[in-house]
């Protein structure tokens, strides 16, 4: 191969859209949705599972009552995220998730890598709400479904699978397929609705859980432990002891923690892709971006505070969660409201995460980075129905077979890179925008690329390596002079980067929502998510690493051949106008 080719191939990588705004595929839309309609879809899309099935998942097994630090950092690591977000959506002039935004700034592979998680997200999203909807219900009418697929076929599971399969799930998941084959509508006023008496709901849970709660649940003992067994006539359903107290299960248990709790505030993204019906993308969806996870971010605070103030955390029943709770304290007759809220609030969220999964899908399949097929309509329907068909039977599948955590692990990983990408072309577009609109400025600055790209791929390598330290070492950073050294030279090498890379000339074009502290809170933001990152156990990333796997086969075998700036066109096939910039004809916001 010659270096004629290596520089072609190198290109194509890094390949990007134009930036301008493409009037042909933003017309005609119905831009409808403000700031309040956007915020609904964004809280009714996140609070799902992450509430109602989660938060009892992690204050059991792993962090205790500190599952309020849990979703305290997680929530703040997602808050800078957010706003990295935010940024790029006000930067950007073109609605869209953020596969678009990653696509339109730092180029074709970047993008295709956002887009591939995105979709694993969307898809272990909408798994992990079938799961969790199965779960709820089968609680309500006493475990009956679980019990019988339990008994016949755990004995020939896997280990790395769930205990049982959930047939369940898969008819839910394959229900709601056949659903959006038809042409099924999403509903503002269903999702405002649901929005506002799940907020409502979880409101009365946690003023309820403060007033009921008692203190003493969160600095428990061995002998309080030993008096609850004793009374209990089932002594299989507590959870372990820890060390008891408030972290009864260390700092590896809250880091790990962290890292799962920030499935819990995926959701979001709904926003991003739902903004090409935004009457102002570029205002409202950052807006609703950040007041979406404040909010969920009280939410999840305040509930899990409540949570485990009410019930002593080895005593929470993650499969019914907030029902079994009021029954402990005393407030039997709310159960059965309670498991029917749930429910109703994990019905919106599954509908909440399936839409945007097929927005994207469709949107890399209409670019030519995923197969052409799945961008076809159906012309009877008019849904994008292979898009649907493909995305659903991979979501029924891993509903049908994987455990409800092991899902949010793997959510939160895909997630966490996502993210990663997003703070990361937030730096790269701050300094790329003054290049692309006053390219006379840079025109002399010959090495004014290559140093500003060589400083910033440095910076990301050793904040990874810096966390890949720190997460191998937490107990032990500080306890050896070789490790504390190394530490302390990566923290002096970061320093003196991140101040090249704020040297270099950058934007200063006013923006309704810019990151503040530009470089160092997307850099911090890059360091936090490859650090919880590192959390997730060897399990998480195998799976992981074979969806990378996949991903890389359908790139590099179909993508970067297929894509339309190979063929030398920037705008997608002008045969059907209503298939321009994503959109999936009949699934339009009614």
Known sequence: MSCQDIHQ???????????????????GRAHCLNTVDLTALGVSGTLGAGIYIVVGEVAVYEAGPAIVICFLLAGLSTLLSGLCYAELVARVPRSGSAYIYCYVTVGQLCAFIIGWNLILSFVVGTASEARAWSIAFDSLIGNHISQSFQGTFSLYMPYF??????????????????????????SVMLNKVFAGLNLSILSFIIVSGFIKGDPHNWKLTEQDYKLNTSASTDTSSLGPLGAGGFTPFGIEGILHGIATCVYAFDGFDVIATTGVEARNPQRSIPISIVITILICFSVYVGGSAALTLMVPYYQIHPESLLPQAFLDVGWGPLKYILAVITICALSSSLLGTMFPMLRVIYTMAEDGLLFRRLAQIHTRTQTAIWTILASGSLAAVMALLFELTDLADLMSIGT??????????????RWAVLRWVWPEVLMSLSSGS?????????????????SLILALLTSRVFSGLPVYMTVAVLLLLIIGVTAIIWRQPQSRSPLHCKVLCWPILPLVSIFVNAYLMMQMNTRTWVQFGLWMGIGSVVYFGYGIRHSLGENNDQQPPASNPQMLDGHIPGDELS
Do not use: C, N, Q, W
């Open 9 to 27: 191939f190198g290109r194509k990588l890094i390949r990007r859209r134009p930036l301008e705004p493409s009037e042909k595929s933003e017309s």
């Open 416 to 429: 966490l890179l996502a993210y990663s990408l997003v703070a990361f072309s937030v730096l790269v577009l």
């Open 450 to 466: 290559s140093l500003f790209s060589s400083t910033l791929t440095l910076a990301v390598l050793l904040l990874t390596v810096l």
């Open 161 to 186: 699978l769930a205990r049982h399969p959930d047939f369940f799930a898969l008819v839910l998941v394959l229900l709601l397929t056949g659903l959006l084959v038809l042409g099924l509508h999403e």
